[in-house]
């Protein structure tokens, strides 16, 4: 069923593998956002975070129910709460954000989770209304909220729609009910549709998340998946590859399956090749979107100024702040959160400090590493000195195995990068933090996307 061109030639395989040989095959979350990818945070229990400026700044809320948990997620959720422990928890989200300065520009809002709309409509009224009574949000600005099928309703929309949410993320990640039983995801084909139905007709801009590589999923069925949300209009999907960790259970279906390279490539060729034949064009690394439809309106804000400091404030249980040159990442424990804020006292429990090989990265990372130019001239604005002198080696072998274009003036992931785009990010990242990767790996089940499940 699938061109030859969807797998790819051995011969391409090795070249990359040679050229990547020395970089860790996973990160604890996607490399272009670092340092979370590589997150060697410090300890500091209540520090004080500087209050984000004035002028124009970012805000993420983290809101962490979810009804069941998928044996692929990663982050920090809480399952089987009750509604009390929900209204304590958005009360403390009330307190947290008096943090910011009144009146403060918001130039994005996106609230994550967890499934946000696991909170009663009422409840997520009362975070929105906390969030822009304290705010004022810029001119053009898309604020998102992240959803579930088994858990939106037409209530939440219309919270949505009275503070201005203008984007809605979906997470479906498969319709084939074998595979959704595998990672323990409790929803149906048909609710997700009807889902996607409900979302589509409230006129906001309507993205949907899939995952490809799940245990027991074939490229036909992922195709089939991906083919019924074209045809339903959906006007923006996001394309994942299974992120496995040891912290992931769905390692433990997986097995102790090698790195598999070519499996990787050949998936991510496919899934481009695919999602362009619908009509969608790849506008990131995992981003796909129809570019005749409102979707085409949203762009994620920077969280950062022209010197690479950080304009992100982060509330909600493990939330990160990036403030200046510091990432400051709250108590992950739900309770200790909660008490924290309730006595008054910061909810920060680690800290990052970027030094300069830090900030290289970062430059880097949120340019080449996720699917735009970089341009010679701002590096050297920023460092006072050229890319090449700081990584000109590297430089050589990743044009060498055609993984970057480079016209002098402009660096950019090649066609074959992109299919390795987080493993040419992390080639980038400084020695102690690809150290700190590489020492995990022994003790984890670092696994590709193969689609095969352990017999």
């Not at 990663?74 to 304590?88: E, K, L, N, P, Y």
């Not at 910011?100 to 975070?127: C, K, R």
Request: proline share 5%; aromatic share 10%; net charge negative.
């Amino acid at each position: 069923m699938f061109a030859e061109h969807d797998d790819v030639d051995p011969r391409v395989v090795d070249l990359v593998a040679e050229a990547l040989a020395d970089v860790p095959r996973a990160a604890y979350s996607v490399p272009h956002v670092y340092p979370a990818a590589a997150p060697a945070y410090a300890p500091a229990p209540a520090a004080l975070r500087p209050h984000p400026p004035s002028d124009r700044f970012s805000l993420y809320v983290h809101l962490p129910y979810c009804r069941y948990r998928c044996t692929f997620c990663h982050f920090v959720v809480r399952v089987g709460a009750d509604v009390t422990a929900m209204q304590r928890y958005a009360s403390a989200i009330t307190k947290e954000l008096e943090w910011i300065p009144a009146g403060a520009q918001l130039s994005q809002l996106y609230v994550g989770g967890g499934t946000p709309t696991v909170l009663p409509p009422e409840l997520m009224d009362e975070v929105r209304s906390a969030v822009f009574a304290r705010t004022d949000a810029a001119s053009g600005a898309v604020h998102t909220v992240e959803t579930s099928p088994e858990t939106i309703s037409q209530a939440h929309l219309d919270v949505f729609r009275r503070h201005g949410i203008g984007r809605v993320s979906m997470g479906i990640q498969s319709l084939e009910r074998e595979v959704l039983d595998t990672v323990h995801r409790d929803q149906t084909s048909e609710g997700a549709l009807g889902a996607c139905a409900l979302l589509l007709d409230s006129g906001l801009i309507v993205n949907t998340d899939l995952i490809y590589g799940l245990p027991g999923q074939t490229r036909e069925s992922f195709l089939f998946d991906l083919t019924t949300l074209a045809e339903l209009g959906v006007p923006s999907l996001t394309l994942y590859s299974l992120h496995v960790t040891e912290r992931t259970p769905v390692a433990r279906v997986l097995g102790d399956q090698p790195f598999d390279l070519a499996g990787l490539m050949g998936w991510r060729a496919f899934v481009k090749r695919s999602a362009e034949d619908l009509g969608y064009t790849q506008t990131r690394w995992h981003s796909f979107k129809r570019l005749d439809t409102i979707a085409r309106t949203h762009q994620f804000e920077r969280d950062f100024d022209n010197q690479l400091a950080g304009t992100q404030f982060g509330v909600g249980l493990s939330a990160r702040s990036h403030l200046g040159r510091v990432m400051y990442r709250n108590h992950e424990v739900h309770d200790t959160y909660i008490d924290r804020i309730e006595r008054g006292e910061s909810p920060v429990q680690q800290r990052f400090d970027f030094e300069e090989d830090d900030l290289m990265t970062q430059f880097i990372a949120r340019s080449l590493g996720d699917g735009k130019p970089l341009h010679r001239a701002e590096y050297e604005r920023v460092f006072g000195r050229s890319i090449d002198s700081d990584f000109g080696v590297l430089l050589d072998r990743l044009r060498r195995a055609a993984l970057i274009d480079d016209d002098g003036a402009t660096l950019l992931l090649a066609e074959r990068g992109k299919l390795v785009y987080d493993l040419v990010t992390l080639a980038f990242y400084p020695e102690r933090a690809r150290a700190w990767l590489s020492g995990r790996e022994s003790r984890a089940a670092f696994v590709s996307v193969t689609g095969k499940a352990k017999p």
